[in-house]
């Protein structure tokens, strides 16, 4: 199950700060020290290029073990003036600012795999460290976010999935409110999901529902993609909110109202055809349901996490936890 770090990168300060809270979640999931410490770089370059060329914004470390290896995604997000050269970015020596030029280098030779999108609202990356080889056979690939609100040190939102060869089960859970009770919440609904995550969404639904009567609820929903049938099966209750994207068009795809654990008066599950090439997008209700990828061009080209995390950047409402994950095929 993923685990996440949200750090506000306000000052050069903050740079620091982000580089040991990261480290910790690096060591707490069994990174060795040499990895560790490149995580250590990677976050801290990462980090200072938000802080000094993008006037500060938000990093989001999200860290699990999936597949036999132990996988550490580090995402900046920023709000400054975009970069216009990206491909002389990358290049040692170059610089905007009158730094030495080096940071994006060492980020792309460092991290295993290493995206970046750019434009007049600001600049998000996304680089990978992984340690061992993972064994997953998926044809899809899966980015997500976790923020709590602001202020507090746990997120009441939870986002898990399950991955075999031929399906990939996806779940976001909002625990009710926000704060350690709704975090509560949401653990035992990702518990729940895990045991289970190999029948259908209405089953998991069901489960979910028994389940969380103990904790103050939650708004569920899970989506299960098997690209080779071409199908996509949901269920959901509560306000969260799910799009399935293809080329030429989107879907939403509907939740029933209630909340999980107290008032559930229906749990249906919907078909949906998964096309080809095609993208589903989940976020809990801390993200305004308004957004619009065609703001973006070639953003749903990059790397999933990298999609998720300007979404959350540009649309996240800061009265609540916020959640997005982002599933597509591999590039």
């Known amino acids: ?18 580089r040991r809270q990261g480290q910790n979640l690096g060591a707490s999931l069994g990174l060795g ?34 597949e036999g290896a132990v996988c550490v995604d580090v995402l900046a997000l920023d709000r400054g003036p975009g970069i216009k050269d990206v491909t002389r970015a990358f290049e040692d020596g170059y610089s905007t600012s009158g730094t030495p030029g080096t940071g994006l280098g060492a980020i792309r030779r460092l991290g295993n795999a290493t995206d970046l999108f750019s434009n007049s609202s600001g600049t998000a990356i996304i680089v990978r460290v992984i340690q061992g080889t993972r064994t997953n056979r998926s044809n899809l690939d899966i980015g997500s976010v976790v923020a709590p609100f602001p202020g507090e040190t746990v997120s009441g939102d939870r986002i898990a999935w399950s991955q075999k060869a031929q399906t990939t089960t996806v779940m976001v859970a909002d625990g009710l409110g926000h704060g350690p009770l709704a975090a509560d919440a949401a653990e035992e609904a990702e518990r729940v999901f895990q045991a289970y995550c190999t029948e259908s969404p209405a089953e998991i639904i ?20 098997q690209p080779a049938l071409s199908s996509l099966t949901y269920a959901g209750v509560g306000n969260i909110c799910a799009s399935v994207i293809s080329d030429s068009h989107s879907r939403s795809l509907v939740s029933h109202n209630g909340i999980m654990g107290h008032q559930v008066r229906h749990i249906q599950e919907f078909k949906a055809e998964w096309p080809r090439s095609g993208m589903l997008i989940m976020h809990s209700d801390g993200l305004q349901n308004r957004w619009d990828l065609s703001r973006y061009p070639g953003l749903t080209r990059r790397n999933p996490g990298l999609i998720a995390g300007v979404l959350l950047r540009d649309y996240r409402r800061e009265r609540d936890d916020a959640s997005v994950v982002v599933v597509k095929e591999q590039s």
């Not at 199950?1 to 982000?18: K, N, R, T, W």
């Not at 993008?54 to 073990?65: A, H, M, N, R, S």
């Open 206 to 225: 069901e489960r979910l529902h028994d389940a969380l009567k103990k904790t103050r609820g939650a708004a569920v929903s899970v989506a299960q993609i």
């Open 33 to 66: 020290d040499v990895k560790n410490a490149e995580l250590g770089i990677l976050i801290t370059e990462a980090a200072r290029n938000a802080v000094i060329h993008g006037g500060g914004g938000q990093l989001i470390v999200t860290g699990e073990i999936s």
């Open 1 to 18: 199950m993923p685990q996440y770090l949200a750090v506000p990168l306000s000052d050069v300060s903050s740079i620091g700060e982000a």
